[in-house]
């Protein structure tokens, strides 16, 4: 089984900052890729950011300059620091990872966590 249990949501003012953890647990051979996600209420949920397993990063627009992908491969742990946060940033932030293990290949969501930007 492969778990990915997600951490670092909450309540911020507009212009703080959050950083985001998620970390892979169980039978992992490796990690293709790690990306966060958000939902926002009403929204479709869209891609923020990728990371590969040899560390080539993806942003979408609206965070460039603002957000940072990261991993840290011997803890199977990708983090998201988020800068300058702006009210429109607020969303349910999954994320999802590519994971070879025994048995397989699949792709595999968190569970959420919910971060709030709001003076």
């Known amino acids: 089984q492969v778990q990915l249990v997600e951490s670092g949501g909450g309540l911020v003012q507009p212009g703080g900052s959050l950083r985001l953890s998620c970390a892979a647990s169980?039978?992992?051979?490796?990690?293709?890729?790690m990306d966060w996600s958000r939902q926002a209420p009403g929204k479709l949920r869209e891609l923020v950011a990728t990371?590969?397993?040899?560390?080539?990063?993806n942003y979408r627009d609206a965070v460039k300059g603002r957000f940072t992908i990261s991993r840290d491969n011997n803890k199977n742990t990708v983090y998201l620091q988020m800068n300058s946060l702006k009210p429109e940033d607020t969303a349910v932030y999954y994320c999802?990872?590519?994971?070879?293990?025994?048995?397989?290949?699949?792709?595999?969501w968190g569970q959420g966590t919910q971060v709030t930007i709001s003076s």
């Open positions: 169980g039978s992992i051979d490796s990690i293709k890729y």
């Open positions: 999802k990872a590519g994971i070879f293990h025994t048995g397989g290949y699949g792709d595999y």
């Open positions: 990371i590969t397993n040899d560390g080539r990063t």
